[in-house]
T-cell receptor, first 114, second 111 residues
Framework: DQQVKQNSPSLSVQEGRISILNCDYT??????FLWYKKYPAEGPTFLIS?????DKNEDGRFTVFLNKSAKHLSLHIVPSQPGDSAVYFC?????????????FGAGTRLTVKP | SQTIHQWPATLVQPVGSPLSLECTVE??????LYWYRQAAGRGLQLLFY??????ISSEVPQNLSASRPQDRQFILSSKKLLLSDSGFYLC??????????FGQGTRLTVV
């Protein structure tokens, strides 16, 4: 049962343009969402997060938007840089039920072309 | 500061052989600990998580097992590896709710 879905396995954008990565979830108990960036043969590194009490969180070039009614979140990278090329994972967790697991999407491979 | 150590970085094992991957965390107490697997071309699959010593929750039925003998030590094991066990294994810790911090991963190839 895949509770977190990233339906686009890959995305290619031109340097300087906006990258938009999307993520959908099915479990309405999720209340904390995160984005991770992963390079080959390395562990994922935390990028940005958002609590369900917010609908937007911004950190430099990275902004995460949360639409709770649609159970959808997105990561915007503006402007995109070649160094942003990596696999991006969306993750979600649910604090209200005392669950301690963190669920990940399948990932989206972003390629930023110079 | 907190650090997470995972070893070995790469491992090639024959089918039917045992497995033991170890993960230790420094600089934090009573962390939540996780084992994930990334199969080729796929996302991160949660295998096990632990909220305390001896407390293991399994997400996927398989021939793998996990143990937490100490607060900051998490071990992934198998008695007999299968070809399908090949993948990239990641250990992680977190303070709940919050971000998870990952180790560098172990590339396991079962031949």
């Amino acid at each position: 049962d895949q509770q977190v879905k990233q339906n686009s396995p890959s995305l290619s954008v031109q340097e300087g343009r906006i990258s938009i990565l999307n993520c959908d979830y099915t479990n309405s108990m999720f209340d904390y969402f995160l984005w991770y960036k992963k390079y080959p043969a390395e562990g994922p590194t935390f990028l940005i997060s958002i609590s369900s009490i917010k609908d937007k969180n911004e950190d430099g070039r990275f902004t995460v938007f949360l639409n709770k009614s649609a159970k959808h979140l997105s990561l915007h990278i503006v402007p995109s840089q070649p160094g942003d090329s990596a696999v991006y994972f969306c993750a979600a967790s649910a604090s209200g039920m005392g669950n301690n697991d963190m669920r990940f999407g399948a990932g989206t491979r972003l390629t930023v072309k110079p | 500061s907190q650090t997470i150590h995972q070893w070995p970085a790469t491992l090639v094992q024959p089918v039917g052989s045992p497995l033991s991957l170890e993960c230790t965390v420094e600089g934090t107490s009573n962390p939540n600990l996780y084992w994930y697997r990334q199969a080729a071309g796929r996302g991160l699959q949660l295998l096990f998580y632990s909220v305390g010593i001896g407390q293991i929750s399994s997400e996927v039925p398989q021939n793998l097992s996990a143990s937490r003998p100490q607060d900051r030590q998490f071990i992934l094991s198998s008695k007999k590896l299968l070809l399908s066990d090949s993948g990239f294994y990641l250990c992680a810790w977190s303070t709940f709710p919050g971000q998870a911090f990952f180790g560098q991963g172990t590339r396991l190839t079962v031949v």
